[in-house]
């Protein structure tokens, strides 16, 4: 399972035609009333502003928990965090609110029980704005001594930190140039900026220019420094895990670009060294999938590379409780960011590695170890869920554990606790997140109630799993989603995932979420074509060179599948919406199956295949999509090229686009919004100045909804004329 899909599958969504909406001159926009459903729907300003959990951290011996909920101002739409203390030796103990003194996030306890968290306020408010660790001292009724400074570097904001498990050093980490030997110099991020004036210039053979939303800044990368620690405060300058000689030490990204994190590091058990991922920067990266692990001695010399014989991904160390093994996972294939992830066991005396999970046809996600080092814990997409396996790094066996009543739907966040206790959230297309414990690895009870009494309140949405034979007679699976007390006929929408290799999954989205959806009085229809996740590699790798091909084939299909299984749902009126490869299958829609929608809505989706290729930033990918570079495989670019068929295209469409997507940049909306306007069909263009390939600012989000709900409820709701 990929970290971050090269075109999308969770992708984001976007918001209206004009500017943010200000907090005093929106009114939200009133539920619709729908027959035969007496609750009030889920509206998207509720689903803009309902509570959002985050990953708990627990004090080392397990017996307290700490989280974190980001709460949204209904009347600004302003975000912040509220953090909770939890005893998980209490069954039905009351979480308690806390007061840090500052705005904190990134919250972890160290193995001094204190709790340390990264915030840019001061308790001097005369000090510098920026971001600094700090640590508390909590007692179980929630009182808090502190805050306390723990790492203060003057001119640099810390990125992240990791504490040792010997609590004696802690790992910050933060953009800093690569000849820099100490956290930190003057002119960190400003080499492409030659001046007088303010261009930006780079050099041909220097790899990203952009990536994701940032244009690059050569020779500046973030870098992970270890610093001692006395009495809770950092001591001495710092040594660079990548080596303080950039001739011999590593030139990359640690955490990785563009979304890794703290999964990206890890400290040896007795504080002795530290592991982590990079890929080496330069010429070759935008085509080179190969991240591997080092290991750092601390000494500041050159780290070892762990990894070096495998050309593909190597990711995610988690060493054993007592440091004789480093689980990792890994891919086979260089340049395909969607091979199958396997759990790697490597000795660290002998440097021997087996490959845990060869003969289990899932691709891992996260993984960490028991407390006790027997076990392995790591999840995988499991056709349309995300539970948990257990491994047995002795022997590879793996077993799916039954955490969960009825469906697993997605599991994340994992804490393994002393006494076969596992600590997790989960959440699914019905509720966000609320945490969990399991005991013994059966089945857990809830722990939180963040937001599900909240949902509780708003009318009940049923999904129903259905399969059918798709494309090649391979069996496909799908989801209906419509509100449980609507009564027919109800308007469909056929919801098309992004990836391609992603999933439609049963877990909640703030984004892209049938629930919201299927709450305006729509029936949502999700099909997991050729391409998606969770149903083996052969599955998965079917897509590739066939981006318009079995995936369509899958998507007539399970549509037709669909009506024929809940006879409520209307099929004279439908509509298609899709986002990154979703919002290709839009475009590919609009002049391959021309004559089947009401309308379709189109976010950061892919127009021109070519202009595609020679704008995106991650080039490994098309590469591998389609057998190489556009000038090698211009045949298969052009044969699933949706600006080829334009000339067939009639269907209402809304397109929506964010000018910081650098991954399908904000051109591909623009040229398939002029070819709406040339052909003369009715066609709207939502553009966000501040969005990236995801829709993220509330605002915007809630925009987005809005201006999607209204383009739906013109082509499909009884008595409005579409136009």
């Not at 992708?11 to 926009?29: F, G, Q």
């Not at 024929?564 to 209307?570: C, K, M, T």
């Not at 082509?715 to 579409?722: F, I, Q, R, V, W």
Request: hydrophobic share 35%.
């Amino acid at each position: 399972m990929k970290r971050m899909p090269m075109i999308g599958a969770a992708i984001a969504c976007a918001s209206l035609i004009s500017s943010p909406l200000a907090a005093d001159d929106h009114t939200a926009t009133t539920p619709p009333e729908i027959p035969g459903v007496s609750t009030k729907p889920l509206s998207a300003e509720d689903l803009v502003t309902v509570p959002r959990l985050g990953g708990p951290t627990v004090t080392p011996y397990g017996r307290y928990a700490v989280y974190s909920v980001t709460e949204t101002d209904a009347e600004t739409y302003d975000r912040a965090g509220q953090h909770y203390l939890l005893d998980l030796a209490q069954p039905g103990a009351q979480p308690v609110a806390l007061d840090l003194g500052l705005d904190a996030y990134s919250l972890t306890f160290g193995p001094d029980n204190f709790l340390y968290f990264l915030s840019f306020e001061h308790t001097d408010n005369e000090a510098e704005e920026r971001a600094r660790v700090w640590r508390v001292a909590l007692e179980g009724n929630g009182n808090v001594t502190g805050p306390i400074p723990v790492a203060d570097i003057p001119g640099t904001d810390i990125a992240g930190f990791k504490l040792a498990p010997s609590g004696d050093k802690i790992a910050l980490w933060s953009e800093v140039s690569r000849d820099c030997q100490r956290f930190g110099c003057e002119g960190d991020g400003t080499a492409h900026l030659p001046g007088p004036g303010n261009g930006r210039l780079y050099e041909g053979d220097g790899g990203f220019f952009r990536h994701w939303d940032q244009w690059s800044t050569p020779g500046t990368y973030n870098r992970v420094f270890v610093f001692g620690m006395e009495n809770g405060e950092t001591i001495g300058a710092g040594v660079p895990v990548d080596g303080l000689d950039p001739t011999t030490g590593v030139r990359g990204n640690t955490p990785t670009m563009p979304v890794g994190g703290g999964e990206d590091i890890a400290w040896a058990p007795d504080g002795s060294g530290v592991y982590f991922v990079a890929r080496q920067a330069g010429k070759t990266e935008p085509f080179s999938t190969d991240t591997d692990i080092y290991y750092s001695d601390l000494s500041g010399s050159a780290p070892r590379e762990l990894t070096a014989a495998n050309e593909a991904v190597d990711t995610a160390p988690m060493p054993s409780p007592d440091g004789k093994y480093l689980a990792y996972l890994a891919m086979a294939r260089p340049g395909y960011e969607s091979d199958r992830l396997v759990v790697q066991l490597r000795d660290v005396a002998t440097g021997e590695t087996r490959a845990l999970t060869q003969d289990v046809d899932l691709s891992f996600g996260s993984i960490s170890w028991s407390t006790d080092g027997r076990h392995l814990l790591a999840t995988a997409a499991d056709v349309l869920d995300t539970p948990v396996f257990r491994i047995d790094p002795r022997t590879g066996d793996t077993t799916k554990l039954d955490l969960i009543a009825g469906n697993e739907a997605h599991i994340g966040n994992l804490v393994n606790l002393p006494g076969d206790r596992l600590l997790f959230t989960r959440d699914s297309i019905g509720l966000p997140n609320e945490l969990y414990l399991s005991t013994g690895f059966k089945q857990a009870r809830p722990l939180t109630d963040v937001a599900t009494s909240l949902m509780g309140e708003k009318a009940s949405t049923v999904t129903t799993r259905f399969s059918f034979a798709g494309a090649e007679g391979d069996t496909v699976w799908g989801q209906i989603t419509r509100l449980e007390e609507q009564e027919g006929p109800i308007p469909a929408i056929l919801y098309i995932h992004g990836g391609p290799q992603g999933s439609f999954a049963d877990r909640w989205s703030s984004r892209w979420n049938p629930r919201v959806l299927a709450s305006q009085g729509y029936a949502v229809i999700s099909v997991d074509f050729h391409g998606s996740t969770g149903y083996g590699q052969a599955f998965t790798d079917a897509i590739n060179r066939d981006w318009g091909g079995k995936p369509l084939v899958d998507l007539q299909k399970g549509l037709a599948a669909a009506l024929e299984l809940d006879p409520q749902i209307d099929g004279d009126r439908a509509c298609a919406m899709g986002a990154s490869y979703g919002g290709y299958m839009v475009n590919w829609i609009a002049g391959k199956w021309p004559d089947r929608f009401d309308c379709l809505v189109q976010h950061d989706g892919l127009f021109d295949m070519r202009s595609f290729y020679y704008s995106t930033e991650e080039l490994w990918f098309p590469r591998w999509d389609f057998g190489g570079s556009y000038s090698e495989a211009r045949e298969t670019y052009e044969r699933w090229n949706p600006v080829n068929h334009v000339d067939k295209w009639q269907t209402p469409m809304l397109v929506i686009t964010g000018e910081k997507d650098f991954r399908v940049p904000y051109s591909q909306g623009l040229q398939s919004f002029t070819a709406l306007q040339e052909r003369e069909i009715p066609s709207q263009l939502l553009v966000f100045p501040d969005e990236n390939h995801w829709v993220l600012g509330a605002k915007n989000s809630l925009q987005w909804h809005e201006t999607v709900f209204g383009w739906l409820d013109r082509h499909l709701k009884s008595g409005e004329a579409a136009e």
